[in-house]
T-cell receptor
Framework: AQRVTQPEKLLSVFKGAPVELKCNYS??????LFWYVQYSRQRLQLLLR??SRESIKGFTADLNKGETSFHLKKPFAQEEDSAMYYC????????????FGKGTKLTVNP | SQTIHQWPATLVQPVGSPLSLECTVE??????LYWYRQAAGRGLQLLFY??????ISSEVPQNLSASRPQDRQFILSSKKLLLSDSGFYLC????????????FGSGTQLSVL
């Protein structure tokens, strides 16, 4: 069963516009959620984690347990934000490994 | 500092041929090691992970196997490749399973023809 769902495979916005990359999860326990990013010709890397409540490169993500969502948001997109974004869930107990969504390719147009 | 090396970067193999992808980590001891596959339209799928030498956990049934002959070496293998094995393979490491921060290799693009 799909535990992390990113409903948009592709997302295109204009520079300066707000952007929201959606992520929904399915997990009965207390989840830990993350966003990973892969810029062109770079390695996949951690962008932010929900427990730290941080803003990285202008991006924020709030865990909404009621809606089981962890959407990634930025008020004003920049061209350099164009990348592949993956939402990930860590299952607690057992292996506690990371489970990734299918990813969303964000393109920010000039 | 820690680094992760993965090779080859690209590989074209005929159906039925064997496969061996290698991943090594430097600058850390007893890392957790992972093999992911990034197949078209299917996102990032965990194939195997290892918490120590000789300890391999498989996440999905498949035509592939993994081995960890040394602490910082992780190998992905197949005896006979299938067309469906094509994809982008990523090796990653973390300090431990509780660590949310995975460090990824540069990947191997495998095309099975």
């Amino acid at each position: 069963a799909q535990r992390v769902t990113q409903p948009e495979k592709l997302l295109s916005v204009f520079k300066g516009a707000p952007v929201e990359l959606k992520c929904n999860y399915s997990y009965s326990g207390s989840p830990e959620l993350f966003w990973y990013v892969q810029y062109s010709r770079q390695r996949l890397q951690l962008l932010l984690r929900h427990i730290s409540r941080e803003s990285i490169k202008g991006f924020t993500a709030d865990l909404n347990k009621g809606e089981t969502s962890f959407h990634l948001k930025k008020p004003f997109a920049q061209e350099e934000d164009s990348a592949m974004y993956y939402c990930a869930l860590r299952e607690q107990g057992g292996s506690e490994k990371l489970v990734f969504g299918k990813g969303t390719k964000l393109t920010v147009n000039p | 500092s820690q680094t992760i090396h993965q090779w080859p970067a690209t590989l074209v193999q005929p159906v039925g041929s064997p496969l061996s992808l290698e991943c090594t980590v430097e600058g850390t001891s007893n890392p957790n090691l992972y093999w992911y596959r990034q197949a078209a339209g299917r996102g990032l799928q965990l194939l195997f992970y290892s918490v120590g030498i000789g300890q391999i956990s498989s996440e999905v049934p498949q035509n592939l196997s993994a081995s960890r002959p040394q602490d910082r070496q992780f190998i992905l293998s197949s005896k006979k490749l299938l067309l469906s094995d094509s994809g982008f393979y990523l090796c990653a490491w973390s300090v431990n399973l509780r660590s949310e921060k995975l460090f990824f290799g540069s990947g191997t693009q495998l095309s099975v023809l």
